[in-house]
């Protein structure tokens, strides 16, 4: 079981930027197409990113423009940058591959943005 760590997380307000990080193993890095995934209170978890192991990205709508997914191949990262942040990107941010696989949830990054 290899489990993703996320970081970064933090409380902003509404407008406001934030950068995610996640860490994986190269084993799965390299291979994979990583995500990004959110769940707020009371609801599903949900994609909101992902980007192939070549460089293509895809978005949920509701943050297209907004935010944006990258990876350093060196440091085996993928990131999430999030601007113009509003109340409702309120939510527990995770990474793991696409489609997700059980034994790499981690904990989770809280993103919490006030009105």
């Known amino acids: 079981q290899v489990q993703l760590v996320e970081s970064g997380g933090g409380l902003v307000q509404a407008g406001g930027s934030l950068r995610l990080s996640c860490i994986a193993p190269?084993?799965?890095?390299?291979?994979?197409?990583m995500a990004w995934y959110r769940q707020a209170p009371g609801k599903q978890r949900e994609l909101v990113a992902s980007?192939?192991?070549?460089?293509?990205?895809t978005y949920a709508d509701s943050v297209k423009g907004r935010f944006t997914i990258s990876r350093d191949n060196v440091r085996i990262t993928v990131y999430l940058q999030m601007t113009s942040l509003k109340p409702e990107d309120t939510a527990i941010y995770y990474c793991?591959?696409?489609?997700?696989?059980?034994?790499?949830w981690g904990r989770g990054t809280q993103v919490t943005v006030s009105s």
């Open positions: 793991n591959v696409q489609p997700p696989r059980m034994e790499h």
């Open positions: 980007i192939t192991s070549s460089g293509t990205t």
């Open positions: 190269r084993t799965i890095f390299n291979i994979r197409t």
